[in-house]
């Protein structure tokens, strides 16, 4: 049995009772907007999976998925569309990153069902081409949580906060990526108290 205490600093229902505190402060549009953001996402992906550098949605997925650290949405569109257009990486973007988007066809030969869906890149990545049962914990979601982003390293911890954003998501009726893209809204638009 996972020890959420010992790993995280919280107990289960702390961390499932910080996520739905921030739930509940989301607007009804906040929630239309959280309930349509992956579903935009994969818009995009299609869009992306037309274009040169690019063979498929999961492809687009992981090059999206793959940009996202430390970049604001705008700038990770651009840097995705930047890439499927040129096969080139984009200023103003980790190499970090840029050697993730070259993993998906030097590591995992294109392969999407080779990725695990454990960790963040994957788990956006399978968001994005329409998973919505996968659960991206990012350092807004850690926020969220009421954890340090740092022991997502720890064992099993990815895995656990991502049960407990699924937890929720079952109690308020939505999907677990869903559950992550309300409360993501919420806090980066500074409401979460």
């Keep these: 049995m996972f020890d959420y205490k010992a790993k995280t600093g919280l107990s289960q229902e702390d961390i499932e009772a910080n996520i739905q505190r921030v739930f509940d402060q989301a607007t009804p549009a906040m929630i239309a907007q ?14 992306m999976s037309h274009m040169e550098y690019v063979h498929s949605i999961e492809h687009a997925a992981w090059v999206i998925a793959a940009l996202s650290p430390r970049s604001f949405w705008s700038r990770n569109v651009k840097a995705a569309l930047h890439y499927a257009a040129t096969g080139e990486r984009a200023s103003g973007i980790m190499s970090r990153s840029f050697n993730k988007v070259l993993a998906f066809e030097n ?6 069902a080779n990725l695990a869906k454990s960790g963040k890149t994957p788990a956006f990545a399978a968001n994005i081409a329409g998973d919505e049962s996968a659960v991206t914990v990012d350092v807004w979601a850690c926020r969220v949580a009421g954890i340090d982003e740092r022991v997502l390293n720890r064992a099993g911890v990815y895995n656990a906060v991502a049960q407990c954003f699924t937890n929720v998501a ?22 979460a108290q």
Excluded at 34 to 47: Q, S
Excluded at 170 to 191: D, H, K, L
Aim: hydrophobic share 35%; charged share 25%; proline share 2%.
């Design 170 to 191: 079952i109690a308020n009726g939505v999907t677990p990526a869903q559950c992550q893209a309300i409360t993501w809204i919420v806090q980066r638009n500074g409401r």
């Design 107 to 112: 590591e995992y030969q294109g392969d999407f």
């Design 34 to 47: 959280g309930v349509e953001w992956y579903r935009e996402a994969r818009d995009l992906a299609e869009e």
